[in-house]
DNA sequence: CGGATTTGACCTTT
DNA sequence: AAAGGTCAAATCCG
């Protein structure tokens, strides 16, 4: 039995100021000149600049293809790595490059939040399999020329510790073992183990294998391996690296990491696409962040681990925390 | 009894 | 105005 999963991210982006690219190659020069004297020296300095050099290629990539126009962004899909990973690096201390010129870029008025689409088949037509976050229904819609209802569900811990993580799930008209979810937002509460028994330390990697042992594989669906890495299943930090580190060694096991083929057309995105040069080129920047920690998550995560430290709270969230028209509608 | 789900009403967005 | 999204009272369930 195949689960499958897809992600189509909604989110636009990319300024298209091209004289920036001078200023952003410029912080990279003088990234890799300081990393070259630290070679040898601080390997947290090391991986601190390699992952800001990242970043600024990254927004220097997308600055060039953007201003060279041929997209408005309107309906635009495109895979992305933006799945609710806490940025190994939205703790790094105040580094100076990342408040170069797109902090001054001017707000978008109204931030779009993450919206992150994914299809997972469920093997026996229920319910999908739990994606290792607690989910409280609040409500079920009938969608117009759909045949199934939407159901709305939001973080469990919502009330408790202000999670405002969201799902939206639906069942697909052609396939009813398919589902669309859609999920919102990103998760900043901490889910505690369900049973103190339980070896493994994190309870999300332990939902998930027992997903996988029940029959069912996670497959990407031609998506390169970096966007495939970004599935809801792997939504906590500390995710990750356990499932790496749990279900590569088993064969069997078909994880993300191991960048599955493209075997299937129903998710609705042509292998074209798919082709990941091309579609990295149009991550705002906050995609770009979160590619760049998906990057060294590896690292990172295996610190968490080792350190039995429970999943930082996305600290990106705090964007949308500090938009300003959240604010004012606040007040409103 | 407490937490989750159901479901029609209400609010928001297009 | 209509479709989508959320609220909350009623209900269900352990």
Not at 133 to 142: L, P, V
Request: with cysteine.
């Amino acid at each position: 039995m195949a689960r499958s999963m897809e992600i189509v991210d909604g989110n636009n982006g990319g300024g298209s100021h091209g004289g920036l690219v001078v200023t952003e190659l410029s912080h990279i020069k003088e990234l890799v000149r300081q990393l070259d004297v630290h070679l040898g020296g601080s390997h947290e300095l090391c991986k601190i600049l390699a992952s800001q050099i990242f970043s600024l290629t990254e927004r220097s990539i997308s600055i060039i293809t953007s201003s060279s126009g041929s997209l408005d962004g309107g309906g635009l899909k495109r895979s992305a790595a933006n799945a609710g990973l806490a940025s190994p690096f939205s703790a790094t201390p105040t580094s100076g490059v990342t408040d170069g010129p797109f902090k001054n870029a001017k707000k978008r008025k109204v931030m779009e939040k993450k919206r992150h689409q994914v299809r997972v088949s469920s093997p026996a037509g229920d319910n999908p399999v739990d994606d290792g976050h607690s989910w409280r229904k609040y409500g079920q819609k009938e969608i117009l020329g759909a045949k199934n209802p939407r159901g709305y569900y939001r973080c469990t811990h919502r009330h408790s510790q202000g999670c405002m993580a969201t799902k939206q799930v639906q069942r697909t008209d052609e396939d009813s073992t398919l589902f669309d979810i859609i999920y919102h937002g990103e998760h900043t509460c901490v889910q505690r183990p369900a049973t103190a028994a339980a070896p493994e330390h994190n309870p999300e990697a332990n939902s998930f294998l027992q997903s996988l042992t029940t029959g069912l594989t996670v497959k990407t669906e031609g998506l390169p391996p970096l966007a495939a890495a970004t599935a809801p299943f792997y939504l906590s930090s500390s995710t990750p690296a356990s499932i790496r580190s749990m279900a590569t060694p088993g064969a069997e096991l078909r994880s993300p990491f191991s960048a599955a083929p493209s075997t299937s057309e129903n998710w609705g995105v042509s292998p074209a696409t798919s082709d990941s040069n091309h579609v990295v080129s149009y991550l705002p920047f906050e995609d770009a962040e979160w590619r760049r920690g998906q990057n060294e998550l590896q690292e990172v995560v295996s610190a968490l681990v080792a350190a039995s430290a429970p999943p930082a709270p996305a600290m990106d969230s705090l964007d949308e925390l500090l938009d300003i028209d959240d604010i004012a509608s606040f007040f409103a």
